[in-house]
């Protein structure tokens, strides 16, 4: 279980405010994402209260780091 202090620490940004803390994904992207989310491991970033979706910044940074690199 997480303690009080990890809670503080984690910042849930809600994807339609995402473009204002970071440049990349784009709104889109991060739609895509949320809706394949239970295929491509996408919803381990996600809190949804009510309609909202809302983004943990730092698991979402995790599961970037985790994905296979690929050369288009």
């Not at 994402?33 to 730092?58: D, P």
């Amino acid at each position: 279980m997480a303690s009080s202090a990890d809670l503080k620490q984690t910042r849930y940004i809600p994807l339609t405010k995402w473009g204002e803390y970071h440049d990349w994904p784009t709104q889109g992207s991060l739609r895509w994402m949320v809706f394949n989310a239970n295929t491509n491991g996408f919803n381990q970033c996600l809190k949804r209260v009510g309609k909202r979706i809302l983004i943990n910044e730092a698991a979402f940074f995790e599961w970037v780091a985790q994905q296979p690199e690929r050369i288009s």
